[in-house]
C-alpha cells in the first residue's frame, strides 16, 4: 500500500472521506468496510480490498477518474467539468437508483445518513457512484425510526435529524433532493446564498417556479440542449424530496420512476 501511494504521499492524495484523507483509508474502518462489502450495485463505489497491519487500517476503493460531483459542479477553473443535461439527468437517476438499492433492494437496509455532492463520484464515464459509508446505519425492519447520535453534513441534513437525531430512510430522500437542485443550479447548497429573501437553494427554486421564472434557476454553464419539461420534473420531485415532513416524501424507489417517467408528479405547492 505504501508503494502504491510512494509512501502516502500529498501528490498521490485524491480527496477527503468523512472521517479522513482518502488515499484509500477512512477511520470508521469496521463500519465501512462491514457495510461496503456487503453491497453490490453499479451506482454504489466498489470496494476492491483491505489491509490490516499494526494500527494501519486501510480500504481500497475502485478508481474513480472524474473525482467528486461537487468538484465536477463546483470546482475552480479546470477542475469543473461543462455537464451538459442528458448527463446530469442521467447521474440524478443513478444516485436515485444508488440509493433505492441501499433501501428497499439490498439484502441489508441501510441509511447513508451523508448525501452530498462530495460523497458521490463519478467514474470514467460520467456514471455516478455513491461512497464514504463510514456514517452508514442498519434501517432495521422492527423499528420505525433510529434514535442516533445526529452525524452528517449541515446543508444536507433532513430537519427532523439535525433537531431530535430522528434517523429514517427519508433522511436519505431529503439529502438526494438537495443534491438533485445542486445538480440543476450548478451551485452549493452550503455556500451560494441567492438574496436576502432566500437563504437557501430550496428558497430560490421554489420562488422562481412560483414566479414563472424556473429556468432562471438552471446553471450558465448549460447552454444548449436544456428541456424545460425535464428541468421542471426534477425541480419538482427535488422539492417534494425536501418535504419538511418525513411522511409526505416519496421512497427512492418512487423518486427513481418518477424522474424516469414511469409515474406521474404529485403536484406540490411550490410557494
Known amino acids: 500500500m505504501k508503494v502504491a501511494t510512494d509512501d502516502f504521499n500529498p501528490a498521490k492524495k485524491i480527496g477527503e472521506g468523512g472521517f479522513g484523507p482518502v488515499y484509500k483509508g477512512n477511520r470508521e474502518f469496521l463500519n465501512e468496510i462491514g457495510i461496503i462489502s456487503c453491497l453490490q450495485h453499479p451506482n454504489l463505489v466498489k470496494l476492491y480490498g483491505c489491509c490490516i497491519e499494526g494500527d494501519q487500517l486501510l480500504l481500497v476503493y475502485e478508481y474513480m477518474e472524474n473525482n467528486s460531483l461537487a468538484r465536477a459542479l463546483f470546482g475552480p477553473g479546470n477542475y469543473r467539468l461543462h455537464l451538459d443535461w442528458f448527463t446530469r439527468r442521467n447521474i440524478c437517476i443513478g444516485i436515485a437508483k444508488g440509493l433505492c438499492f441501499l433501501h428497499d433492494e439490498s439484502e441489508l437496509k441501510i441509511v447513508h445518513r451523508d448525501i452530498k455532492a462530495t460523497n458521490v463520484l463519478l467514474d470514467r464515464d460520467l456514471n455516478p457512484k455513491i461512497s464514504d459509508f463510514g456514517l452508514a446505519?442498519?434501517?432495521?425492519?422492527?423499528?420505525?425510526?433510529?434514535?442516533?447520535?445526529?452525524?452528517?453534513?449541515?446543508?444536507?441534513?433532513?430537519?427532523?435529524?439535525?433537531?431530535?437525531?430522528?434517523?429514517?430512510?427519508?433522511?436519505?430522500?431529503?439529502?438526494?433532493?438537495?443534491?438533485?437542485?445542486?445538480?440543476?443550479?450548478?451551485?452549493?447548497?452550503?455556500?451560494?446564498?441567492?438574496?436576502?429573501?432566500?437563504?437557501?437553494?430550496?428558497?430560490?427554486?421554489?420562488?422562481?417556479?412560483?414566479?414563472?421564472?424556473?429556468?432562471?434557476?438552471?446553471?450558465?454553464?448549460?447552454?444548449?440542449?436544456?428541456?424545460?419539461?425535464?428541468?421542471?420534473?426534477?425541480?419538482?420531485?427535488?422539492?417534494?424530496?425536501?418535504?419538511?415532513?418525513?411522511?409526505?416524501?416519496?421512497?427512492?424507489?418512487?423518486?427513481?420512476?418518477?424522474?424516469?417517467?414511469?409515474?406521474?408528479?404529485?403536484?406540490?405547492?411550490?410557494?
Request: charged content about 25%; some cysteine; overall charge negative.
Open 137 to 271: 446505519r442498519l434501517d432495521e425492519e422492527e423499528k420505525t425510526h433510529i434514535s442516533t447520535r445526529v452525524a452528517g453534513t449541515i446543508g444536507y441534513m433532513a430537519p427532523e435529524y439535525a433537531l431530535w437525531g430522528y434517523l429514517t430512510d427519508k433522511a436519505d430522500v431529503y439529502s438526494f433532493g438537495v443534491v438533485a437542485l445542486e445538480i440543476v443550479c450548478g451551485k452549493s447548497n452550503n455556500s451560494f446564498v441567492p438574496s436576502a429573501d432566500c437563504i437557501c437553494l430550496l428558497d430560490w427554486a421554489c420562488q422562481k417556479q412560483h414566479n414563472g421564472s424556473l429556468m432562471e434557476i438552471v446553471d450558465e454553464y448549460l447552454t444548449l440542449g436544456v428541456n424545460q419539461e425535464e428541468v421542471e420534473k426534477v425541480v419538482k420531485v427535488a422539492v417534494l424530496c425536501t418535504n419538511a415532513s418525513p411522511s409526505l416524501r416519496p421512497t427512492m424507489s418512487e423518486v427513481v420512476r418518477m424522474l424516469e417517467g414511469e409515474i406521474s408528479i404529485p403536484d406540490v405547492d411550490l410557494i
